[in-house]
């Protein structure tokens, strides 16, 4: 789990931890590129999808017994996925 370090944050005295590497990382190349070599980025994409998710089938299941709430998130995550894929649009560089 990659966690960015605040705007203040400063190298420790080692200086050899992963937290100063991406401290470094940050101050000499910026944020945005860090979030993309770090994959930082992925996470939003991946709240974004379960914001969705529960917006359009709620927070709760509906089925009691473990299979049959497998079945249920399987059935919705599928119509998700099919809803996506037709609302996207397709973008071409001019």
């Known amino acids: 789990m990659v966690i960015p370090p605040h705007k203040t944050a ?11 590497h991406h401290i470094e990382v940050i101050a000499k190349q910026g944020r945005l590129a860090w979030q993309r070599i770090t ?11 379960m914001q969705r998710y529960k917006r359009i089938f ?3 299941m509906k089925a009691r017994a473990l299979p049959q709430q ?9 119509a ?8 996207m649009p397709v973008s071409v560089k001019v």
Request: glycine share 10%.
């Open 70 to 78: 497998k079945t249920e998130a399987w059935i919705s995550v599928s």
């Open 58 to 60: 709620g927070n709760t």
């Open 10 to 20: 400063v190298l420790s005295a080692t200086g050899d931890t992963q937290r100063d």
């Open 80 to 87: 998700l996925n099919r809803m996506t894929n037709l609302g």
């Open 39 to 49: 994959g930082y980025n992925l996470r939003n994409y991946a709240e974004l999808a």
